[in-house]
């Protein structure tokens, strides 16, 4: 079993910027090939190293469950697990100001467990929202040519960290629509009226949030996009889930016949999408494979801007995506992002242009760290 040595670190005001909430220490055990492993990352930019297969990318989705309590990887808690192990555990200790706050999430089988500073956490939705996560990795390019569930669960992210009471609204909807379809699958009318009610409730606020942080979002991203190089005339259209001109209520009266012969409902924030215009058209129409790569990164990246809280920047080997001048322009905006960011490459020179900005070095090997250095990535060693 391979473990970090304890390491003193210089004290977090030599760094070159703070975060008001950072993640200063995650302990993992027995997550993939990690066996036993301790990090304390800076509040700025971590760089984590080493060959394919060492681990890199299971770090990352070591912090991904201690913000979303699931894998950006599998569903499967089973592929989580260290082969020959039955249970796993992340945790990790958030720095804000003077205060600290302990998390930490464990999978037994198929049992999983929240705790929050050493109470056992009733449910996932008390873990959301402490250590805010996005990602960018190779799969994330696809954004704009995914299925708009996709994009729907971009938004919906966005907006509950943007307007946290959201996320009772949502649910709330999804009951009711649930209850719909069940009602319609009986060709229950009246059940599918009341519930039909009850969805175009909460499906107006539902819509109304999603709008509202769409609009309040654009000015970030289209400020994002331009310094990735992708131009000017760029703007974001909320598309709904059902035709714009009718009452949500209307519309699910309008399809009860159509719903009742399907078993499913046709309009309501379920089916909402959004698309990317660029001087009025589809970007799809207009942008090249590399320049969708870059949009979808600044989508990504503009998402932290209009947050409430701070967060966690992962970013999974994506050097290796992109060409040396596209490369260029993404690091330009990494390094001016204040918030702390987790990149992984097979080795320092892949990211050569962000290592005099590179807060610390992590190195890994076959699970294990091979040089918790706290020097700077100009010290000799690195």
């Not at 699958?185 to 039909?196: C, D, M, P, V």
């Not at 709904?240 to 499913?264: I, Q």
């Not at 660029?278 to 949009?295: A, D, N, T």
Request: positive net charge; proline residues 4%.
């Amino acid at each position: 079993m391979t473990t970090s040595r304890r390491t003193r670190w210089p004290d977090e005001s030599a760094f070159r910027y703070h975060v008001e909430m950072f993640l200063h220490r995650i302990d993992i055990f027995r997550l993939r090939n990690l066996h036993a492993l301790s990090l304390n990352p800076a509040p700025g930019i971590n760089l984590i190293t080493g060959p394919n297969a060492s681990g890199k990318t299971s770090i990352l989705e070591a912090i991904h469950l201690l913000s979303y309590a699931r894998s950006f990887r599998t569903a499967r808690i089973a592929d989580l697990i260290t082969q020959g192990s039955d249970s796993m555990v992340v945790s990790g200790r958030l720095r804000q100001t003077e205060s600290e706050r302990r998390i930490g999430i464990g999978f037994r089988g198929n049992r999983r467990e929240i705790r929050i500073d050493g109470q056992t956490a009733a449910s996932r939705a008390e873990l959301l929202g402490n250590l805010p996560v996005r990602l960018i990795d190779p799969a994330r390019h696809t954004l704009m040519d995914d299925s708009p569930r996709a994009r729907r669960r971009f938004l919906d992210w966005g907006v509950f960290y943007h307007e946290p009471s959201y996320l009772e609204a949502w649910r709330n909807y999804r009951r009711a629509l649930n209850q719909r379809n069940a009602a319609l699958k009986r060709r229950e009318r009246q059940g599918a009226i009341l519930w039909g009610q009850e969805a175009a409730k909460y499906g107006k606020i539902v819509s109304r949030c999603r709008r509202d942080y769409l609009e309040a979002f654009t000015t970030h991203f289209v400020a994002t996009a331009r310094q990735l190089g992708l131009g000017e005339n760029l703007e974001l259209r909320y598309l709904p889930g059902w035709t714009g001109e009718k009452d949500l209520l209307t519309a699910l009266t309008d399809d009860l016949d159509k719903d009742l012969r399907a078993g499913c409902t046709h309009s309501g924030p379920h089916r909402d999408d959004f698309m990317v215009l660029h001087g009025g058209r589809p970007v799809r129409r207009r942008f090249s494979r590399g320049q969708m790569k870059l949009l979808a990164y600044a989508l990504i990246l503009a998402q932290g801007r209009p947050m409430t809280a701070p967060g966690c920047l992962l970013i999974d080997d994506v050097a290796s995506e992109l060409d040396l001048k596209n490369q260029a322009l993404l690091n330009d905006v990494i390094v001016h992002s204040k918030e702390q960011i987790f990149i992984t490459a097979t080795h320092s020179e892949a990211v050569a242009g962000l290592l005099p900005h590179v807060d610390r070095i992590f190195r890994l090997k076959q699970g294990g760290l091979t040089s918790p250095s706290p020097h700077s990535p100009s010290d000799k060693d690195l």
